[in-house]
């Protein structure tokens, strides 16, 4: 059984320059030893760079990397005690599936037969036991993807990194593959690093999420956190979607605040927010829509889309238009009906900021 | 940091052995012969750094003795920053002050006045750098790039840097500095004085410039005629090579596979070849002459030679290259936009003039400049077919072999020359920049090229079949050529020719290699086969750091590196003599000057091929391999050259065949010693022993169509198994690098 000494890793105020071009201005981040944190954002906010300077397979333009409390800032790739999983696999199509594994063991230095039957138990632990003579291509996309795997954590590193490791596998495939990956890092302990674009992706598997902005850290911490108590609208609708309306808060009363839109009134926990006017996150699914009957606020319904198992509507209301999904309705509101909305006690919080 | 110590720890050894245990300065008669050893280390001649220092008078070495030990003393600091610096100011100054004492110091003392001035005079001078020297300068370029990788440049990969530093330091010796030398020789003597109205006569020749020919009176000077000759041969072969290409993608033509086979004879062909064999048609005692004399009685005339004659053989040998370069232009243009432009009610003509030809238009400019380019620098069908109407190639040949012997006017020529053919490769860089409409997309592109219009159907047909056919006669005329006693004379077979070069007799059970031709045709094998690997590994060495690395002045870097590939051979080989036959590196005669300008000129090919390849490569491979703990160095022997094989074969075979074929810069570089095969053979036309020159040349052709078709073989079943391996893991990238011309792969597809 293979044995980890999991590292944590620490940014300290890293820039990256890719010429004039600023990707990341000023990063700070602490990794505690074990955790799974996933780096998540839209693309191009610098997710990948961040993961490519812990590999130091990119340098930063200033500040400090610690990995396991070192500073690695200016070793090369191949002396850093991390490995990465490709968005690609980057698996090398001239050897086989257990020359792959073996590669980074015998990089490090072992020999030729020890490096073999590590990697074969490298294989073994993620169910790849008796594939090792085949070479990648002649491996379904899931098969490759967990021969990358078994390639990286075969050398043990303080860290894993893995970027957006499930993106060429299909749907279906990509549910299984990450509840592995969470299992295998439970089991073995390990620090990995995660990087994608999917927020259920992040909700599903990680310790920590680290939301990130035109190369900023826009928010972090555990999944539940972000999704209930999002820091801006950004965070709100980035961690599926929401609503964001202007509110006003009334009054802050034992970890809840009284907040109204329109005439709805309405209580959340308070975040920390202070009465005065705010913004209130409110998922499609928080809202009830029901036939004009006086009570909750007045709307009238855009556009009604029935999709199976739920309705999906646009209302037009006082606090703008609301996107809704309903999943109670049996008759679905066509469009044009004037309708009375309610919000649910759950999936609605108060944007802090 | 062990491992920076121990990369640190050998150059130590290495520079200590560089002042210690080897001559410091050349050995007159071979290092590797040896014939040091037994003077060593006391004689001044042989005596190494240390004792050169200590007892014979050469204090100035002690300077770079200093610079060494302070790059030394790196060793004992511990901070990566500091100690990189160090490194790096050391090792920087080292070559710099190496450089600067080899040119400033030469062998009876100062070279140049100003330093005698302000230094005062020196009691005895210095022969070439040696062994000693040699090593101490790339120990002192390797602390460079060393300290800068302990800084954290290129990553903190000491390999990486190490390999720019390398090749920018031996482009600059062999490719800047030979130039630099040339410019200089333009205003001095042999024996270096400075003598500037050797430049300014030449500079004004009306030999050169004359516009006679325009303006009535006389000849036009030869700068004219060799430019109006590129722009008449770049025309020339564009227009050949898109009727080529047209016919191999666009037409029912039955014998595409012969045609491109037809691609492979330029590059195995010497260039004088074709000259030759077009005066066995067409010369003074030619076939064709004489039979149309015989028939109509047509005066045999002598209008092959000059510039029509050299325009024909060039348009020969240069039409395949632009074929090559063409037909990747016209089955880039994408079926879809043709088919497109018929629903818009567009005839085919219309399709053809108004999409498809605008479309292929930079690739019609990037062949015409190949085409001008080829032609500047071609020296081989001038030289035998241009009688007294040289081009420049031809006259800088004359202006240092012939009774003239005026090195200054080899110079200018060289300059114009140089001057033609960079603005030409600039023009090309420039103007081209970002005009690559080439639609060949990763998507399937789906849809037929559309037929060409008839009319232009059957000019292309016009144009092909009968160049085929005058190709095969060609040929033909080369392989019978060997075989008949005198040309136009007595048309009796024998093989005497074959036997006079190639005989060889058994004496006391031993061979013994009794033909005229195997002396020079060994040192031709053994110098291609040592010039090939290095040539390949250079060059993909280079493509790796353009297309996998990033760093300030890359742009520049691979700028240089393309440029070197236009400067023609004649002026590679005229600097080189102007440039290693004094010190501070004196090379001439010897076999390392041929290697020397074998590699430095091939290797833009290696380099094209290479980048080629390359970018096909994902990246991620490469990076896969650096997170694995694997550096530079395991990762480019493990992932990237098994990956590479083929390029590398090409690169190799393309070398090797180059570094036969080739004649411009050899025939300056060839000594009594080291005599090639292309030079040997010209020299036999020279002396009008055809028959023989002949015989040789079908014997070239021979042996490298073997070696090539062993290779294609090779390459053929890896390429296979290759591609089954390669199927479906990375995503593929298309790339279209190539817009500067064929491709190794291509060359030799
Ligand atoms: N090598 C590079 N050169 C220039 N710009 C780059 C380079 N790599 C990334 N960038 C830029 O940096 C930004 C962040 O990129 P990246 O980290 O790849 O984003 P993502 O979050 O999608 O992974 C993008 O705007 C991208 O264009
Ligand atoms: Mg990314």
Known sequence: MTTFKPGSVVFEHVRKDFGSFTAIPDLSLTIEPGTLVTLLGPSGCGKTTTLRMLAGLEHPTSGRILIGGKDVTMLPAHSRDVSMVFQSYALFPHMSALENVAYGLESSGLKGKEAKEKAEEGLAQVGLAGMGHRLPAELSGGQQQRVAVARALVLEPQVLLLDEPLSNLDARLRRRVRTEIRELQQRLGFTAVYVTHDQDEALAVSDTIVVMKDGHIAQSGAPRDLYEAPASSFIADFMGEANVVPCSVVSVEGGMALVRVGDLEHKVPSSGARPGSAQLAIRPGAVGVSERNGSGLAGKVLTSAYLGDHVEYEVETAAGTLFVTDHTVTTPLPSQTEVSINLRPRGIALIAA | ?749
């Open chain 2, 1 to 749: 940091m062990q491992n920076g110590n121990r990369r640190l720890d050998i150059l130590i050894l290495l520079g200590a052995a560089a002042f210690l245990l080897v001559p410091w300065y050349r050995i007159d008669r071979g290092f590797f012969g040896l014939s040091w050893v037994p003077d060593f280390p006391f004689s001044s001649n042989v005596a190494p750094g240390l004792l050169q220092i200590a007892s014979h008078d050469r204090p100035w070495i002690a300077i770079a003795l200093l610079l060494f030990l302070i790059g030394a003393s790196a060793r004992l600091m511990t901070n990566a920053s500091s100690r990189g610096l160090l490194m790096a100011i050391a090792g920087g100054a080292g070559v710099l002050f190496l450089a600067a004492q080899g040119l400033a110091i030469s062998f009876s003392g100062w070279a140049w006045t100003i330093t005698e001035t302000v230094f005062g005079p020196l009691s005895q001078g210095q022969p070439s750098m040696g062994a000693g020297a040699v090593t101490l300068s790339v120990v002192f370029v390797l602390f460079f790039a060393f300290g800068l990788a302990e800084r954290g440049a290129m990553k903190g990969d000491a390999f990486i840097t190490g390999s720019i530093s390398l090749l920018i330091f031996l482009v600059t010796v062999f490719v800047f500095y030979p130039i630099g030398s040339m410019f200089a020789g333009s205003v001095q003597d042999f024996d270096g004085s400075f003598r500037p109205d050797g430049l300014i006569r030449n500079m004004q020749d009306p030999g050169i410039w004359s516009l006679g020919c325009i303006t009535g009176d006389g000849r036009c000077g030869v700068a004219w005629r060799t430019l109006w000759l590129a722009v008449m041969t770049g025309l020339g072969s564009t227009i050949m090579g898109l009727a080529f290409a047209l016919v191999a993608t666009r037409t029912q033509f039955p014998f595409k596979k012969g045609l491109r086979l037809l691609t492979v004879l330029p590059i195995i062909t010497p260039p004088f070849v074709i000259g030759l064999a077009l005066t066995l048609l067409f010369g003074r005692s030619g076939v064709i002459t004489e039979a149309l004399s015989a028939l109509f009685g047509i005066e045999p005339g002598r209008w092959l030679y000059g510039l029509t004659g050299i325009w024909i053989a060039q348009v020969l040998s240069f039409t395949p290259i632009s074929f090559l370069v063409l037909i990747g232009v016209v089955e880039g243009v994408s079926p879809s936009l043709e088919e497109a432009s018929q629903t818009l009610r567009a005839g085919r003509w219309k399709t053809f003039l108004k999409v498809s030809l605008p479309l292929m238009k930079p690739g019609l400019a990037n062949a015409f400049l190949i085409g001008f380019i080829e032609s500047m620098a071609d020296f081989g069908n001038p030289l035998v077919l241009g009688g007294s109407h040289g081009v420049l190639s031809t006259e800088i040949f004359f202006a240092v072999v012939g009774s003239q012997n005026d090195p200054s006017r080899a110079a200018v020529l060289a300059m114009i020359l140089l001057t033609f053919t960079l603005t030409a490769f600039m023009a090309q860089r420039f103007w081209l920049k970002g005009k690559n409409y080439a639609t060949v997309t990763g998507k399937g592109d789906s849809g037929a090229h559309i037929a060409l219009p008839r009319g232009l159907n059957w000019g292309v047909h016009g144009i092909v079949v009968p160049w085929m056919i005058f190709t095969v006669i060609v040929y033909g005329m080369i392989i019978f050529g060997g075989f008949v006693k005198t040309w136009g004379l007595d048309h009796s077979l024998t093989i005497e020719h074959y036997a006079k070069a190639f005989s060889i007799s058994f004496a006391d059970g031993a061979i013994a290699w009794t033909g005229v031709a195997w002396n020079s045709f060994w040192t031709t094998m053994e110098i291609a086969l040592i010039s090939a690997p290095l040539t390949a590994a250079v060059g993909l060495l280079t493509a790796y750091i353009i297309v996998r690395q990033k760093f300030a002045g890359q742009n520049a870097f691979e700028f240089a590196l393309m440029m070197s590939f236009a400067i023609p051979g004649t002026v590679i080989g005229i600097s080189y003599i102007l440039a290693f036959n004094l010190p501070p590196l004196e090379m001439t005669g010897s076999a390392l000057i041929l290697i020397a300008c074998f590699v430095f000129r091939n290797m833009p090919v290696g380099v094209r091929g290479g980048i080629a390849a390359m970018s096909q490569l994902d990246k991620s491979l490469d990076e896969a391999s650096l997170t694995l703990r694997a550096n530079s160095a395991r990762t480019m022997r493990k992932v990237i050259l098994p990956l590479l094989r083929p390029a590398i074969t090409a690169a190799l075979v393309y070398s090797f065949v180059r570094a036969i074929t080739s004649i411009s810069a050899v025939i300056f570089l060839v000594s009594a010693e080291y005599n090639m095969a292309t030079s040997y053979i010209v020299g036999l036309v020279e002396n009008g022993e055809y028959g023989v020159a002949i015989a040789y040349s079908s014997m070239l052709i021979f042996v490298m169509i073997t070696i090539i078709a062993g290779f294609q073989m090779l390459v053929g079943e890896r390429r296979l198994r290759r591609e089954n391996r390669v199927a479906g893991t990375a995503p593929k990238t298309q790339s279209n690098s190539g817009t500067q011309g064929p491709s190794v792969q291509e060359k030799t597809a």
